[in-house]
């Protein structure tokens, strides 16, 4: 359920997308002033409807001809699935002229909509002035509505509020305007009634982002301050950056510096998107557009960096930059050992586009030889391995997903823990911190008791609950790594898909932690470690050591499976023996059926793997660690 939710959701086509092929540079010249620019994103939960509110805006300003529009969309489409699921941002020049007569320039930036994609919202909101809040007004405000809405609000955001799908009969304007002022906080008295669909309310948007929205500020004779707001890689001009400039000029042919890292480079393209690319020679202060630079790698582009002139260039950095953190590390192994350099190759080829992943090699005494990878979130890693797995065909084990663990020594220093195989021993250790969220969860009323259940389940320490009529909103202190397994799955099947869910990270804290093995025939396994709290250590290893014995099919000995911490078994199962011969009960030799089960036997095989004398099927790595409560 929840892969093929995020597949939605990822795999959806931003479609206001760059059409990066076929197309002839026309080199216009761009004079903009300031106050005829606006710049803005669109913020709403997954759903309710972005995308066809942003299709819509460039439709009905001409941006794409209406019959174009459908060839566009699928070409545009078409690049999606060629580039996989981009968790990028976007971006569409779109020229229109309001009913003042005047031309105006509106740069609409296309955000991620993800939480595991929060630091890159919060960056792309830094580099535009106003957004458009849509919420769907037959279903209300949801937890990414909040979520994002408030990197709108910590970047100073105008807010213009749109309650969409006013077509459909459960629509409730007012319903939905209140919850926006109850629940947000925003004043939703002129927030516009429209209709992606059918295109209403679509005019009054576009008056509204020119009359509410204010232009940007900027200094044309500045020294060169420009934001680099995304970047991606394109198979024939290489790394194409997203920027938006908020002092001085850019031009083509001059040589830019990065600030975090001091890298030069000389500009060979500069250019908009309106979708399609269309090649410039200068951006001035207030604008969005491109450059390319033969950047090789997306890594040497970093997100919320500053860019200016290699000489005469700004020292002041835009506040607030960081690289990407990885937060959530497993171990991806490919089930055929021979298939290990494909697997390489697939991950370098993933890594050149995003710079936020990150991995390393690791040899596993269980697994031979595989990646120990980083990513943003649980959701990022799915993404990640669904595309190895379905692009590059590799069939994969994947360890359980670890966060990162800071260990205090007792020399004073302290170590971040990867992977619970790293575990040092506990002889020199001080102490354990854990990483925090802060999770907010909206849920219809009847299914609150369940969530609160949940959380308590998962250490969590409630900070907050309010109502905004038949929903209510909690707020819960949790242990990320209660939540980096399955919690996603278990509050969707409690609350029957209502409930929406987002968080923020929220630092380190000390707890009893301790590193669980699982032993099978008295062999630790290292990909099924994990880290636990102690006092749950006994009731996760039980139900780890009951789930295995269910997932590792019999073999002709008996097998002890046992949860340790340190050199204490704290839970045990025994596998008893069985004959293995799966073709024992066809007596009479009908031969077929006894050639298929030996088929069937032998497929079976090629997805487990050996350790000592034991084959453990693929899916006992993922299942083992599922928790039921
Ligand atoms: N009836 C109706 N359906 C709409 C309207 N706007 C969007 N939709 C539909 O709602 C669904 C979601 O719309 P999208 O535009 O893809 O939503 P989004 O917010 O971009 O979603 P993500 O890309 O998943 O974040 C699609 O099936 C749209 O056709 C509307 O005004 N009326």
């Known amino acids: 359920m929840r892969r093929q939710s995020f597949a939605k959701t990822m795999g959806k086509a931003r479609r206001i997308r760059h059409l990066d092929q076929g197309v002839k540079p026309t080199h216009i010249q761009l004079m903009t002033e300031l106050n005829k620019i606006r710049n803005f994103s669109i913020v709403a939960h997954i759903d309710h409807g972005k995308s066809t509110l942003a299709d819509r805006l460039i439709q009905e300003t001409g941006t794409v001809k209406d019959r174009d529009m459908q060839e566009q969309m699928l070409d545009s489409m078409d690049i999606e699935r060629e580039r996989g699921i981009t968790i990028k941002a976007n971006t569409v020049r779109i020229d229109y002229k309001a009913d003042d007569g005047e031309n105006y320039v509106l740069n609409l930036i296309d955000t991620p909509g993800h939480v595991d994609f929060a630091y890159e919202v919060s960056r792309s909101m830094r580099a535009v002035e106003g957004s458009l809040l849509v919420v769907d007004s037959s279903q209300g405000v949801e937890a990414q509505t909040l979520a ?3 990197h709108a609000m910590d970047a100073d955001h105008e807010i213009v509020s749109i309650l969409n799908k006013i077509d459909l009969p459960a629509s409730d304007c007012d319903r939905v305007a209140e919850q926006i002022e109850d629940v947000i906080g925003l004043d939703a008295t002129d927030a516009i009634q429209v209709s992606a669909k ?5 005019h009054e948007t576009l008056e509204a982002i020119v ?4 232009a940007p500020k900027g200094e044309r004779n500045a020294p060169l301050k420009a934001m680099l707001v995304d970047s991606w890689y394109d198979a024939y001009l290489g790394v194409i950056v997203l920027v938006r400039i ?5 031009k083509k042919g001059e ?4 600030l975090s890292n001091g890298s030069v480079h000389h500009v060979d393209r500069i250019g908009v998107f309106k979708p399609q690319r269309e090649e410039i020679d200068e951006l001035g202060p207030g604008e969005i557009g491109f450059l390319t630079a033969s950047i090789k790698q997306v890594r040497d582009t970093r997100v919320g960096d500053t860019i200016t002139h290699e000489k005469k260039g700004t020292e002041d950095a835009l506040p607030g930059f960081k690289p ?16 290990f350099e494909d697997l390489r190759d697939a991950i370098d080829k993933l890594a050149l586009n995003d710079a936020s992943f990150s991995f390393e090699m690791e040899t596993s005494a269980a697994l031979g030889f595989g990646f120990r990878c980083g990513f943003l979130g649980l959701l990022h890693l799915e993404v990640i391995r669904d595309r190895i797995e379905r692009e590059y065909d590799i069939e994969l084990i994947t360890t359980a997903p670890s966060v990162i663990y800071h260990i205090h020594m007792k020399d004073g220093t302290m170590q971040e823990l990867h992977n619970p195989a790293d575990m040092p021993d506990l002889t020199f250790v001080d102490h354990m911190q854990e990483p925090r969220i802060k999770a907010t969860i909206l849920v219809p009323d009847e299914y609150l008791g369940d969530v609160l259940k949940l959380c308590q389940d998962r250490r969590g320490i409630q900070e907050d609950l309010t109502y905004a009529g038949t929903r209510a909103m909690v707020v819960y202190d949790l242990p990320l790594n209660e939540v980096v397994f399955d919690f996603y799955d278990r509050l969707k099947s409690v609350t029957k898909g209502y409930a929406s869910f987002d968080y923020q990270m929220m630092g380190y804290r000390q707890d009893f932690l301790v590193k669980m093995s699982i032993l099978v025939n008295d062999e630790p396994v290292d990909a099924l470690s994990t880290m636990v709290h102690r006092d749950r250590a006994e009731m996760r290893g039980r139900a780890m050591v009951e789930k295995l014995k269910d997932l590792i099919p019999r073999h002709m000995f ?32 009908d031969a077929t059926r006894k050639k298929k089960l030996l088929e069937k036997q032998k497929a079976g095989k090629k997805k487990m793997r050996q350790f000592g004398k034991v084959d453990i099927p693929q899916e006992a790595f993922i299942s083992a660690l599922k928790m039921d409560g």
């Open 246 to 250: 908020i002092d001085g000029v850019l």
């Open 324 to 339: 990407a953190q990885p937060v959530v590390f497993c171990g991806l192994f490919p089930v055929d050992s021979a298939e």
């Open 148 to 150: 994002n809405v408030y």
């Open 211 to 214: 009359k509410k929205l204010p």
């Open 255 to 258: 040589r830019i510096k990065m």
């Open 558 to 589: 008996k097998i002890p499976i046992q949860a340790a911490i340190g050199g204490k078994v704290i839970a045990r199962e025994t596998l008893s023996a069985m004959r293995k011969d799966v073709t024992a009960k066809c007596y009479g030799g």
């Open 198 to 202: 059918t295109g209403q309310g679509i």
